[in-house]
Every structure is written in structure tokens, then in C-alpha cells.
């Protein structure tokens, strides 16, 4: 048979294709939608959340760090509770990382403040001393994109039909009522930091990369879930 | 194979790729070098303000090795070996000559968009699938054109039997097609809203699913890049260059088509103890193990090629490549399996051990094999004998040399950093802060760097011996037979 393949090869590669497709079909297709779902009483990401996960992804900080709790008790005990694959059901793409460089970050929010992350975001050996990490100076210079996050999550919401808009959940509404509730959340976060420039430029408007930033990682943890 | 002299081979489209392999293998090494000491000396990563931060060198060095160096070596072998193989020549087939130059001019654009986007911070973060969707779309057209090329050589081709390294290019084609567009599906926001930026995209995929996904992917670019293309290349060229007949028939068999059904199921060691199911990190385990046996089979089937011939060894540093080629690629094919199960695993994964790993497989197996493989095209293609054998000697032992500090750092650098993140003292608390286990690692980053320098060394020196041997060297009155012939 194999010399008859040799001979012929458009049979090859069928045979090929063949062959190779079985993993594909047995291992991805039987829990496929399964293990999509997500669990009770998670919320969507707001706009300026989903800014900031932009951010996260367009700094490459997923090469660095991870944000997946394995099951053990040296990971429990320093990150906290392990993570669970309905966590993530919101998480277009997954953000787990294949490295650790720095700590794991799936439930940074629940340990760490704004303040903090501002001062490690601007010189990280102010906070940990020692740190490899590199300064993010410019992201307190430049403006978080709201459209393109907006665009993001209604994207998800009429696509992939997540929750938004829900009783007792996070209000998207029309782009005006978005960037509302986008300017306030911003607020929030901007007082808790100590950047004048940061703030001065709030005054006039503008958000700040690193106000979206921070938002994110904020949201990363356990809170996310009870909310 | 006498008659392969009434050919008149055209190598323009091969030369051209060549060229590429040269340029992309200086630049993602180059970046992979300064990637190296940024974790060593942070303030290295300022060297060029936002540009220049390890987040977002480092996709551009994978994709840069990976797309840039990698596939160019692997379609200068096809664009020469396969008119030998097939007994075609593109003189008599200029629809295959157009499609050749199209693929070659459409990869280098593609190429360069992928490099102004990336520094730009323009990614879906999908590890070595981070193009944003405009682009994709673009490494489907080129991905096509080499399949047209592919498959338009063997329908014209004067030679019945497929030889084995087209076997492999047609895996490579194959499974690539399959696995990038499915990974890729994702929907562009712009489309659906009207707002925000044309580049962005969302993955058709969520959470666990995308993670499985991904990995199927992840690991399946090695597989049918980082291997089945390499394998290719060396099933042809190390027999050329010998003069030897492949040790064994049945073993290409076997070492084939267990690969290919092996192989794919181990995408699932990338997740292992992560939310996906657990049956699923079974497979992917068990199957990394059971990948050793395909592995072996191709490594000890060049191996034995040079059974009764090692004496060649010494005289040529072309076998030399060669052979040291094989032998990493069994000692990364040990170790990806060793990894892969799960007790191993929950200390391997996320350290460095992991980026060991990768880089004796890619250091010592594709670019030995890529190098080795543009020596013996040289002589060849320019009719000249290789400028320098005894540069070409110094260049492998430099970058032998950096791939042991490299591998070797690294082991240890990953264990000692398992090892520290699992240690609990005498009433079971953790031992160590995480920025402890970060400090500790400083003298492995700076033995690691210099491997990587002088590796990189390394291909400067086999770029100036192409230089040299293209512009420079002694002229042949025709195309050498086997063993390259080398200056001294």
C-alpha cells in the first residue's frame, strides 16, 4: 500500500490527513462545549476592564506571567484558590501564559491595590526590590483605547451572547451610556492613585493606558466572581 | 540519478530564500541574544523606549526564528531539492518559476507587516500565532502558493516515486493549514460594531477551550515546523553529502507515519494541570512518551547512514552538522517526553527547563540542519567550492559550545526555580518570597546570554562564508557530486 502512496500524491495526502486528524477529533470535539461554560455568578469584564486586558495583551505581559492557579498547595498557599476552567469562559483569547518570569496573576486583584500596582507599574523595585521587571512609563502617557474596547465587548455580547445587560450584572448599553459608566469606573481608580499627571489629565478627559491597566488587574480574583 | 546532468536546474527562487534564511535567522537571533541579557540586566530594556520592553521582543524573536529563519531554510530546500527529487527544472515550467518568485515576494511583505505590527503591540497574544487577523489572511495566501508550488511540481514531475523529504513537506503543508486556520478563526470587532480599531479581533474560542485549541496548535507548530520540515531537509541532504544510501527503508516507514499519528495528540502536555479535562492531559502526556519511538526511529536512521563512514566526521564539518543535528534532536525528543509526564511536569512547567528544552531542539536540531543544508546548496548553487572550511569548523564548535551553556544554565535554572517555588520549611509554609527565587537565577541568565552570543557568533561566521564563498571563491567547471568540496 505504501508504495502505491508513494506513487500517488494527492492519495498521500488524504492519507495523511487522515491519520492526522483522529487526536484532533477525539481530543478536542467530546468536551468542546463543556468545558465553556461559566461559573455561577461570573461577570463580564467592564469596558474599561476589557481596555486594560488590551493593554495586558498588547505589552506582552502574558509572556512573563501567568494566570493559572495549578491545583497544589505551594500554589494555593502563594497565589490563592485554584482556578477553575469556568473562570475563564469570558477570556477571548485565554490569558494562562506558558512562563513564570513573575508571579502568577489570577487573583492579583484580591491581594494587591491601585496604588500599588501604579507605583510598580512606574518603577517596580520601589515595590519589590530586586524586581527584573521593566518600567511601564509610557502608559501613563498615552489614552486607553474606550472604542476599541467597547467594540470588544459588544462584540462579545452580540456574538458570543455574553451577559451584559442582565439584571444585577454589567451594563453595556449604547456607546454613550458605555463611556459613562467607563468615565466613572475610570474615576474611581484614578483617585485611589497619586500621579498628578495622571490625574490632571482625568480632568481634562483622558484615560490613561495605565487606568485601564489597573482596572484589569484589579478585577483579577475572586471578587470577579461574587459581584 | 546519472541523468540528473542533462537537467539544467534553475536555483533562482532557492537563492533567493537563502538569502532570507540569513537575514531572518541574524535578526531573531540577534533579538533572542538581547531578550537573554534583559533578564539578566533589565535596564537593557529601554534600549529603545516602548519598542523595546521584553514583552514585546519577545514574540518577535518566536516568530522571527520560527517564520522568518525556520521556514525560509525549509523553502530554500524545497525550491532546490524538489526539481532534483521530482527531475524537473523551472526553466521548462514558468507558471512554477512565477508562483515561486510570488511566494517568495508575497512571505518577505508578509514578513515585514509582521514585524512593524508586532513592535507596534499589534497581537492576539496566542503564543507563535500572534499575527493580527489581516494578516493571517495573508499567511493563508502564502501558505497556498507554496502548496501550488508543491503540488504543481508533482504533476508535472518525470520521476514516478514521491522521495521522502517531499513526504514530509506535504505533512508540513498538510497539518499547518489545518491547525493555523483553525486557530485563527476570530471574529474582527470592527466588523460587528463599527467602532474601535480595523486590527483588533476577538478568538472564535473562550477560556479552556481556547487554551486546548491553542496548544493543539502550539505544539503542533513544532511538529510539523520545527520537524517534519526539518526532517525533510535532512533526509535528502545528509545521503547527498555522504554519499550514503539511507540506513533503512522500513524504518522511514515506521519513523513517518507513527509521527504523524503520534505526534498531535501531545498538545495536550501543555495543559497539564490546568482546567482542561482531565482525560485530556492523560492523552497528551501518555502520547509524548509514546512520540520517543517515531523520534528515535528518524535520529537512528540518519544515525546508522553513517554507519561504516564515520571517519567522514572528521574530514568534513558538513557531516559534522549533520550528525550533532540528529543527536540533539534525540536528546530533545528525551527530554519533551520526560517533561510531559505529570510528576515531572508540576515541577517543569512554567521555568525555565522549558526554555531549555525548546532551545536544544531548535538551536542544536533546526539550525544545524538549516546551516549545514545551505553549505551543501552553496557549492552547488554558484558553482564555487565553500569558501572557508576552516571558518565552517570554528563556527560549529562556537556554537556547540553555546548550546551546551545554554541547555545547561537553563536545566538548572528551571529546577533550582521548581524546586524553590515548592519548598515549605518545617511547619509547611512556603520558604521563599517569588522575588527570591528571581534573584537567584541572575548567574544561569548570564552563562545563558553568552551561549546565546556565542551562538550567534556562530551565524555571522557561516554569513560571512556565504558572502565570501558567493563573491570570493574558487570557480568549479560543474556541479560537485557529493561531499561539498571546501577551500581550506
Known sequence: MFSWLEKNPFFFTVAFLLVF????????????????????????????????????????????????????????????????????????????????????????????????????????????????????????????????????????????????????GVPLGNIEDAKKAYMQEAEEIVNDMKNQKVKEAFEKGHVKEIVALIAYLNSLGQARINK | ??????????????????????????????????????????????????????????????????????????WAAWYYLGQRVLKITYHQHPFLKFIGYLHFWLYIILLVLAVISLFAGLTQSKEYAELIWPLDILVVVVWVLWGVSMFGSMGVRREKTIYISLWYFIATFTAISVLYIFNNLAVPTYLVSGVGSVWHSISMYSGSNDAMIQWWWGHNAVAFVFTSGIIAIIYYFLPKESGQPIFSYKLTLFSFWSLMFVYIWAGGH????????????????????????????????????????????????LIKFFVLASTFYMLATLEGPIQAIKSVNALAHFTDWIIGHVHDGTLGWVGFTIIAACYHMLPRMYKREIYSKKIMDIQFWIMTIGIVLYFSSMWISGITQGM????????????????????????YYVIRGIGGLMYLIGFIMFIYNVVMTITASKELDREPNYASPMAA
Open chain 1, 21 to 168: 486528524s483522529i487526536a484532533g477529533l477525539v481530543e478536542i470535539l467530546p468536551d468542546f462545549i463543556k468545558s465553556s461554560r461559566p461559573i455561577e455568578g461570573l461577570r463580564p469584564y467592564t469596558v474599561l476592564e476589557t481596555a486594560g486586558r488590551q493593554v495586558y495583551i498588547s505589552e506582552g505581559c502574558y509572556n512573563c506571567h501567568s494566570q493559572l492557579i495549578r491545583p497544589f498547595q505551594a500554589e494555593t498557599d502563594r497565589y490563592g484558590a485554584y482556578s477553575l476552567s469556568g473562570e475563564y469562559a469570558y477570556d477571548r483569547p485565554f490569558l494562562w501564559g506558558s512562563k513564570r518570569t513573575g508571579p502568577d496573576l489570577h487573583r492579583v486583584g484580591d491581594s494587591r491595590t491601585t496604588d500599588w500596582h501604579a507605583n510598580h507599574m512606574w518603577e517596580p523595585t520601589s515595590v519589590v526590590p530586586y524586581s527584573i521587571m521593566p518600567a511601564y512609563h509610557h502608559l501613563f502617557k498615552k489614552d486607553a483605547d474606550f472604542d476599541t474596547a467597547f467594540a470588544e465587548a459588544y462584540t462579545q455580547k452580540v456574538v458570543f451572547g455574553v451577559p451584559y445587560d442582565v439584571k444585577d
Open chain 2, 270 to 317: 501543555h495543559v497539564i494541570y490546568s482546567t482542561v479535562p482531565d482525560w485530556v492531559q492523560t492523552l497528551g502526556s501518555v502520547f509524548s512518551v509514546i512520540l520517543i519511538l517515531p523520534s528515535w526511529g528518524t535520529a537512528i536512521n540518519m544515525l546508522l547512514t553513517m554507519r561504516g563512514q564515520w571517519h567522514q566526521l572528521k574530514e568534513s564539518p
Open chain 2, 420 to 443: 524553590m517555588w515548592r519548598d515549605v520549611d518545617q511547619y509547611g509554609n512556603l520558604t521563599y518570597q517569588f522575588i527570591d527565587t528571581v534573584r537567584v537565577l541572575f548567574p
Open chain 2, 1 to 74: 540519478m546519472r541523468d540528473n546532468a542533462t537537467l539544467e536546474y534553475d536555483y533562482s527562487i532557492a537563492k533567493l530564500f537563502l538569502y532570507a534564511t540569513m537575514v531572518f535567522g541574524f535578526i531573531g537571533m540577534l533579538i533572542g541574544v538581547v531578550l537573554a541579557f534583559q533578564l539578566a540586566f533589565p535596564d537593557l530594556n529601554y534600549i529603545a523606549g516602548e519598542y523595546s520592553v521584553f514583552g514585546r521582543l519577545r514574540p518577535l524573536h518566536t516568530n522571527g526564528i520560527i517564520y522568518g529563519f525556520t521556514l525560509s531554510g525549509i
